[in-house]
Every structure is written in structure tokens, then in C-alpha cells.
């Protein structure tokens, strides 16, 4: 039987024919377009108030550019973020009400006023913090940032105040709890004196004694507790 009448065959060795090499397979592998693996998800948008931030952040630098004369962020100071601030109440929508006005020192007013509307102090307290730290994270010093200087932290103690008094609404610090160490110290009191009417215990005829002598040393230390708290 004719061996060409059984189709294509395997190149003979002895041939001399050249065979497919490796880096020839290799590459034509590797020219195909690799696929991008499963479950992979874009990046995390940025949070509140990270986007707060950056805006509040162009918006200082946008006051700064259009400031007459203009301002460079390196000879920015305290003095012109106050000015930065008394600018942002003609965008507020915080009612303050004036020495003179009849509803001063009023928290709900009857009827509306003329006073003028301004920033609340929460807000500008809020704000001072987010560019505080957008300054150092856009390549600034610590010991040169404007918006922790001296004056800014009065002037936010002024407007704090102020308008505490014109709206009759006190700005109040939360007060944190301190731990209450005269129970702490009566409870190891009240242990250590059980622990010893155990030891005493075992000696006899000592035990009633051991007995009353723990009775003794709990009511005292009960009594220290509630004397101290």
C-alpha cells in the first residue's frame, strides 16, 4: 500500500526537515492578548469627606488666586484665613442676631428679624479642620500652617461666643466620664478581706473571730466607698 495514500505523517527525523522550536511556540502564546482575571473591581470612589475636602481645598486656593492683591499659599497666614472665613458669611444661612435687635439672645424668635444671616461656628470649626489637614497633605509644615495658627483658634473662640449669646443657644463641651477608682479600690478591699477569713478559718476555734474581723473590714470598705463616690 502507497504510504502517501494514508495522509499527512509525522516529519521523519532523518529527514532533515526543521521542527518547530519552543521559543517559536512560546511567542506565538504570548502575542495572544492575555485576559484580565476575574473578580478584579475598580477602585473605591473617595468618601465624603474626602470629596468635602478637596473641594473646600480649591475653593481656598481659587480665594487666594482671586485675592487683591493676589495671594501665593506660601505667604498665606492666620490673618488672611480669618479674612477667608468673614468672606464665607455672606454665604451663611445662620441666623445672628445683632446687639440692638429685640430677639437678641432668643433661641425661637416669634417673628423674623433683619439680622444679618452668617456662617455657624460649627461649620467654620469644621472647615478650619479639613483645610488644616489638606495643607500638609499638599506638601506643607506643620509649624507653618496658617489655618492652626494662634489667631484662627481665637477668632473661632469669639465666634463660638458671640454667637452663643446672640441666639441664646450656649455651645457646651461634652464632659467625659472619669472612671470611678474608690469602687475599684473597695471591691480589692472587700477580696482581700474575704481571702483572709478563709485563711482564718481553718485554725479552730479562730474562725469566729476570722468571721467577725471580715464582717468588720466589708462594712468599712463599704462605707469608704460611698464616703469617696
Not at 14 to 41: C, D, I, V
Not at 58 to 83: D, M
Not at 117 to 124: C, D, I, N, R, T
Request: glycine letters at 12%; a positive charge; charged letters at 20%.
Amino acid at each position: 500500500m502507497d504510504s502517501t495514500s494514508g495522509g499527512a505523517t509525522a516529519p521523519d527525523p532523518n529527514s532533515g526537515e526543521p521542527r518547530p522550536s519552543a521559543a517559536t511556540a512560546g511567542s506565538s502564546s504570548a502575542s495572544q492578548p492575555q485576559q484580565k482575571p476575574e473578580g478584579s473591581s475598580p477602585p473605591a470612589p473617595p468618601s465624603r469627606y474626602e470629596s468635602q475636602k478637596r473641594r473646600d481645598w480649591n475653593t481656598f486656593l481659587q480665594y487666594l488666586k482671586n485675592h487683591k492683591p493676589p495671594l501665593t499659599l506660601a505667604r498665606c497666614s492666620g490673618a488672611h484665613v480669618i479674612e477667608f472665613l468673614k468672606y464665607l458669611d455672606q454665604f451663611g444661612k445662620t441666623k445672628v442676631h445683632i446687639t440692638g435687635c429685640p430677639y437678641f439672645g432668643h433661641p425661637n424668635p416669634p417673628v423674623p428679624c433683619s439680622c444679618p444671616l452668617k456662617q455657624a461656628w460649627g461649620s467654620l470649626d469644621a472647615l478650619i479642620g479639613r483645610l488644616r489637614a489638606a495643607y500638609e497633605e499638599n506638601g506643607g509644615l506643620p509649624e507653618s500652617n496658617p489655618f492652626g495658627a494662634r489667631a484662627v483658634r481665637i477668632y473661632l473662640r469669639e465666634v463660638r461666643e458671640g454667637q452663643a449669646k446672640a441666639r441664646g443657644i450656649p455651645y457646651e463641651k461634652k464632659k467625659r466620664k472619669r472612671p470611678n477608682v474608690a469602687v475599684a479600690v473597695a471591691s480589692v478591699s472587700v477580696e482581700a478581706a474575704a481571702g483572709g477569713s478563709n485563711s482564718g478559718g481553718g485554725e479552730g476555734s479562730g474562725g469566729g473571730g476570722g468571721d467577725s474581723s471580715t464582717a468588720t473590714a466589708t462594712s468599712a470598705a463599704a462605707a469608704a466607698a460611698t464616703t469617696t463616690v
